[in-house]
């Protein structure tokens, strides 16, 4: 299994950050890549993940913040 794999095995995992809900959509990098988001936000590195919440607010996670929340 590549890091690529173990990157997208996170999408769709539900996790709770500073008492919010959070569904991982996907890696910020594959979402720009796919034209999701901006390029913009490849400044953000390549450990980070676009984040939905159930009002549909995005916000972007490092791996860290999400493995400790799961």
């Known amino acids: 299994m590549g890091a690529d794999d ?10 709770v950050v500073d008492g919010e809900r959070l569904t991982v959509e ?5 979402a720009v890549v796919s034209r999701k988001i901006s ?17 549909g607010r995005h916000r972007i996670l490092r791996a ?7």
Do not use: K, Q, R
């Open 64 to 70: 860290g913040e999400l493995l400790a929340a799961s």
């Open 6 to 15: 173990v990157a997208h095995g996170l999408c769709g995992t539900s996790v």
């Open 26 to 30: 996907d890696t910020v990098l594959h």
């Open 39 to 55: 390029d913009e936000f490849l400044d953000h590195g390549s450990d980070t993940y676009w984040c939905v919440n159930s009002e």
